[in-house]
């Protein structure tokens, strides 16, 4: 199979790594990738990720049969449709469904009609009207930039002058939204129409501070196993979460296919979804791929083609991912600092590049955040404690981690 693999992330890094493995693929094209498999994947620099009709001339001139899209951007721009209508299959949703993770407060509307328990929310058309709402509400409240902000446009306000701050500073919509107190889990099904198969559950770390502390970012860490989720819980959430989400947009005319990604907290008034995502998460992915037993890539060409696995494999045991990222991310960083000793790594860990390029014939930092060392153990504190001592080989200019991920 030939496939083309879109984004250039850790999230991407995975993907192409699992199906690298796949008897399947003939060739992997990498729109446009980062400096990882050198010499495995075919990096493609010269088209824009979000220009649908550019990678349908670049897919159908290279034959290839199967288009992967990893972040949302190009889902949003319709990438999907655009590849589609030349008969190219495609993992991923439509421009039309993808909705779901475009606009906050369209996902809001979404989960009010079909009963999926989220927080109480109002939305708020200009910063005036979103500073008003935060008065009224007071805090603790939570403030989400309607559109898409890679996982930094949300303030969590725990007063009343950091809530009028963020109100203040939104651009156009704002979902202005009760605060809500528990545990995040990330829920991520494959998804076709009605039907979906779970994947092994994962949490994700956004602030970039130990402790949870500190600012949001796209995501400093994660884990994966089934000990995050008890079956009950799990049954809960497909139940009352993803089939009626699921449902509502078949029913809208707008099926979904491809990953569908709900993140959850478990509040004392049961589980409420925060948001959804339309595809793989980033982190949260470097975790569950050294999990997953499949060949993925069989996967992801059944549900391009409309089908669905009747179940996937995983390994019983626990992954750490631990992201290391640039001197003052999620603020401004610099970028163009060699990274060393990754000769050093053992074999037993997997380390995902994100934000790096080749430079020369040197690997430098070329983003906010730079690479991931995930490691799987029997238990999680176990896959820590290797994943920590891989990571202590790595150095870069600035490079900071959090060494509390999994804790
Ligand atoms: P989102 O992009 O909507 O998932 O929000 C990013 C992060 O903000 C989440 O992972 C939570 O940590 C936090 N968050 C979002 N919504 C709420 C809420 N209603 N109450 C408390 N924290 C929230
Ligand atoms: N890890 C959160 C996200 O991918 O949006």
């Given at each position: 199979?030939?496939?083309?693999l879109?984004?250039?992330?850790g999230?991407e ?13 003939e ?9 990882a498999?050198e010499?495995?994947?075919a990096?493609?620099?010269d ?10 001339t670049?897919?159908v001139?290279?034959g ?11 889902l ?10 030349k ?6 949703p ?51 930039a ?16 950091e809530?009028?701050?963020a ?6 919509r ?6 809500l ?11 076709q ?5 779970p994947?092994?559950p ?7 501070g ?18 995050l ?49 339309v595809?793989?998460g ?6 569950i791929?050294?999990?997953?037993e499949d060949?993925v ?5 059944a ?5 669905l696995?009747?179940?996937l ?7 750490v ?6 001197g ?11 990274i ?5 790594l053992?074999?037993?860990?997997k ?21 991931a ?16 001592a891989?990571l ?16």
């Open positions: 199979m030939k496939v083309l879109i984004g250039g992330g999230r890094h995975a993907l192409a790594a699992k199906m690298l493995e796949s008897p399947m693929l060739k992997l094209w990498w729109l446009p990738g980062n400096g498999l010499g495995r994947a990096k493609v620099s088209i824009d990720p979000c220009d649908g009709p550019g990678i349908a670049f897919a001139h290279q290839i049969n199967l288009v992967v899209v990893g972040p949302e951007a190009p949003l721009a319709g990438v999907v449709d655009c590849l589609e209508e008969g190219i299959h495609c993992f991923g439509s421009r039309a469904a993808a909705r779901l993770e475009g606009s906050k407060a369209f996902a809001k509307e979404i989960m009010v009609k079909c009963n999926v328990p989220t927080a109480r929310y109002q939305v708020a058309e200009t910063a005036a009207e979103a500073v008003e709402l935060v008065a009224k509400w007071g805090a603790p409240v939570v403030i989400k309607d559109g898409l902000a890679a996982g930094k446009g949300v303030t969590v306000a725990l007063t009343d002058q809530a009028s701050r109100a203040a500073g939104i651009k156009g704002a979902v202005i939204e009760e605060y107190e528990g545990p995040e889990v990330s829920f991520m099904v494959l998804a129409g009605r039907a979906f198969v994947l092994v994962s949490r994700d770390y956004k602030r970039v130990e402790g949870d502390t500190g600012p949001n970012t796209g995501g400093m860490g994660a884990v994966a196993g089934f000990h989720l008890s079956q009950d819980v799990q049954e809960q959430i497909c139940q009352q979460v993803i089939e009626p989400v699921l449902n509502q947009l078949a029913d809208m005319g707008t099926p979904f296919k491809g990953l569908l990604y709900a993140g959850l907290m478990l509040t004392a008034k049961g589980v409420q979804v925060l948001e959804f995502n595809r793989f980033d982190p949260e992915t470097q975790a791929m050294p999990l997953w060949d890539l069989e996967v992801f060409a549900v391009a083609r409309g089908g696995p009747g179940g494999t995983w390994s019983g045991r626990k992954s991912t631990v992201v290391a990222a640039s003052g991310y999620p603020g401004n960083y610099s970028t163009g600092h060699a060393d000793g990754l000769e050093k053992p074999a037993a860990v380390l995902y590049q994100a934000g790096t390029k080749i430079e020369g014939q040197k690997l430098v930092t070329a983003g906010g955040r730079v690479l060392v995930s490691s799987v153990a029997d238990e999680v504190e176990a896959a820590r404690q290797q994943g920590y891989a202590s080989n790595i150095d870069f200019t600035g490079m900071h981690y959090r060494r509390d991920i999994g804790k």
